[in-house]
């Protein structure tokens, strides 16, 4: 072989080898990733949820995340932890908390213990309140009326099985009473499920309530260590900023790439807000909307280094808003680094999420109570100043993101959503005192209309109305 033919199969070879080697390692990477997923979803699937190991995989390991079938998974029950490994290299942990579910043991860090030692610490997350002791003064009882029961029957059959909706719960509040309501086969009323991003619109409550108290204030820089240097343009950003997304902080949110800001965050990482933290300004402060779980993750850290102790951080989503609105079976979950991850992992009840929804129906009160500050509820609803479409408020959704809405449907101006990914949804109504709570496990976006099932709920109501 001449030396030139000899030079391009060497170049060739060469190409080739990189190829498969940077092949190889986006496919260990996607396979760190699908591992960490698994072993925390499966932990929260059977210590939060309480639900059989069995029917957890099945939720887990279908559509796109079939793969999963192939990551081996081991429960001890007696620790309450779950180990996932793939390839005899990749292994993850996750450990199970009483009051602050599981967490992915990453980067050498030990997840804090649970936050009420004892006893007593079986109680938390276990114990329910039905929501139909709770009425609205001066509203007679209503019962479910056949429009809103099948409407609500519709949302869990599967018009297309190729992308199936997989609904798991719904509960239609109206005037302060269920009028319909329904479970998937081995869920009940009393199973905490996941609400994803909805946690997002908790962590707004929870800011709400030190806002209230006086300890936390909108427009004040945020109190993050790291940005205290004086020529760090980070040092502006202030809790209003975060809330609306609008801090400048760069944040790829593109949830199918494995190495994207979000996954990492979520699954490569023990300190979840660390990393967000060390995001670069890219847009000055309240001028760039971009939707990023990272700054939901900063909020939870500023929260966090508010408060006394870590003690009192671990108690204060119970003691400041799940038991004072009976969200008894509500877990807020930290990260190795004991920061709650106010991004996405929440576990609450049917009748959780939907006595979350009427907290923000009832302006911020409960009863007698006044939970969030005066005004609170309409700061949350209003446009988000750097969302050139105005569909954000405060952690909180305006309009149902796009991916859930097919075109020609509108809702009622006043409509607003705390809302999360695979479709979980609250939807508030006021101007209908309604309150519509949807869960599942919706791969496909495009399977689930929320849009039109909001719209076909509403209808029914008013048939109960006439």
């Not at 400048?248 to 800001?261: K, Q, S, Y």
């Not at 609803?381 to 305006?398: E, I, M, Q, T, V």
Request: with cysteine; glycine share 8%; hydrophobic share 45%.
């Amino acid at each position: 072989m001449n030396s030139p033919r000899r030079r391009l199969v060497a170049a060739v070879s060469l190409g080739v080898s990189v190829l498969l080697v940077a092949a190889g390692w986006r496919a260990a990477q996607i396979v760190e990733i699908g591992v960490a997923y698994k072993a925390k979803l499966v932990c929260s699937g059977i210590f939060v949820s309480k639900r059989d190991t069995n029917a957890v995989l099945a939720d887990l390991e279908v559509d796109d995340l079939s793969i999963l079938k192939y990551v081996g998974v081991s429960t001890d029950r007696s620790t309450r932890t779950v180990t996932t490994s793939a390839l005899g290299l990749l292994r993850r942990r996750a450990a199970f908390r009483n009051g602050i579910g599981c967490a992915l043991g990453l980067d050498g860090l030990t997840p804090p213990a649970s936050p009420t030692p004892g006893a007593a610490a079986d109680t938390i997350g276990t114990r329910t309140a039905r929501l139909d002791v709770v009425t609205i003064p001066g509203t007679a009882p209503r019962v479910a009326r056949d429009e809103v029961v099948a409407v609500v029957q519709a949302a869990f059959s599967e018009p297309n099985p190729q992308r199936p909706r997989r609904t798991q719960a719904v509960v239609v509040v109206h005037h302060g009473h269920i009028v319909g309501e329904q479970y998937a086969t081995g869920i009940d009323a009393d199973t905490p499920l996941t609400g994803w991003s909805m946690a997002k619109s908790v962590l707004n409550a929870l800011v709400g309530v030190l806002v209230k108290q006086r300890y936390l204030t909108l427009d004040a820089p945020v109190a993050i260590p790291e940005w205290r240097e004086p020529d760090d343009p980070r040092g502006s950003i202030s809790l209003n900023h975060l809330l609306r997304m609008s801090s400048g902080l760069r944040f790829d949110e593109n949830m199918e790439n494995p190495r994207a800001d979000v996954m990492r965050m979520l699954l490569d990482v023990g300190d979840a807000a660390a990393f967000a933290t060390k995001q670069v300004l890219v847009a000055a402060p309240g001028t760039r909307w971009q939707y990023s779980s990272g700054t939901s993750n900063i909020i939870a850290r500023v929260i966090r280094n508010t408060l006394r102790d870590d003690s009192e951080y671990l108690l204060f989503p119970r003691q400041a808003l799940f038991d004072r609105v009976g969200m008894a079976g509500a877990v807020l979950e930290t990260d190795a680094a004991g920061t709650f991850v106010g991004s996405s992992y929440m576990y609450a009840t049917a009748h959780d999420w939907a006595r979350f929804g009427m907290l923000y129906l009832q302006d911020g009160v409960w009863g007698d109570e006044r939970i969030l500050p005066e005004g609170w509820v309409a700061y949350s609803r209003s446009p988000a100043p750097a969302d050139p479409a105005k569909r954000f408020g405060a952690h909180f959704w305006l309009d149902v993101p796009s991916e859930y809405c097919g075109t020609g449907t509108s809702l009622p101006r006043d409509a607003f959503h705390a809302a999360g990914h695979e479709a979980q949804f609250v939807t508030i109504v006021p101007s209908r005192n309604a309150v519509i709570v949807r869960l599942g496990r919706t791969r496909y976006p495009d399977a689930w209309d929320h849009c039109a099932f909001v719209r076909d709920v509403l209808a029914a109501l008013d048939q109960v109305l006439r």
